[in-house]
């Protein structure tokens, strides 16, 4: 189809010059070149895939812990977890409307219920899980969705300092009375306590349509 249609620009362009005139060269071989069908391998597209998921993960929790550190600056942890309760979702939201793609964490030890694990992310994160449990590598790692026309980058998110332990600890240890109080209130399905430093969060999850990945190629 999109060939008949450079095609038919083609012949349009033609038939404006007409019969006594000759189309450029340039403009030929610019329409000549629009016609070409780009082929694209596979694995380069698994891998172009890997890297701009790792590439969308970072900066989304670049944004994250840059807006996390303000709202502890400003309001303590108390006033941070309402902060997060806010707005961590729609500073996912604006990075995922810059990649085009759909961005989120998902975890079975969740704190909003927004992040409870889809079906497709069950068996991810129970393989987290697993090789978490047994010190195996917790590689990011690219599965196919929607007859391959979907490829969601999966990365396991880990508890890296002592700083998340003052809303994802033990409470009395890590997690202040206050802190307790404001969780208690402000999700009261809350899943996400109890971890240590080194201990599975969760995972990004983020929907990457081929043809965003194919543009890049």
């Known amino acids: 189809m999109k060939k008949i249609f450079y095609f038919l620009i083609l012949l349009s362009i033609i038939v404006s010059c007409g019969t006594n005139e000759r189309v450029s060269k340039e403009v030929f071989d610019e329409v000549n070149k629009s016609m070409e069908v780009k082929k694209v391998n596979e694995a380069d597209v698994l891998k172009k895939a890997l890297e701009w998921g790792e590439e969308i993960s970072q900066s989304a929790q670049e944004q994250l812990i840059s807006a996390l550190q303000n ?100 409470p009395g240890a890590d997690i202040s009375e206050e802190t307790l109080e404001k969780l208690d209130k402000l999700y009261p399905e809350d899943k996400a306590r109890g971890h240590q430093m080194g201990d599975l969060r969760g995972m990004w999850s983020i929907r990457i349509p081929k043809k965003e990945i194919v543009k890049q190629l």
């Open 71 to 170: 709202a502890i600056s400003e309001k303590g942890i108390p006033g941070a977890i309402e902060f997060c309760q806010v707005e961590a979702l729609p500073i996912l939201r604006e990075v995922g409307e810059k990649y085009n793609v759909e961005i989120r964490r998902a975890s079975n030890a969740y704190r909003n219920p927004e992040d409870k694990p889809r079906d497709y992310e069950e068996m991810i994160l129970e393989a987290f899980e697993y090789n978490t449990e047994n010190e195996l590598p917790t590689e990011a790692n690219i599965q196919k969705l929607e007859g391959g026309e979907v490829l969601l980058y999966a990365k396991a998110i880990k508890i890296p300092n002592a700083l998340c332990l003052n809303c994802h600890g033990n």
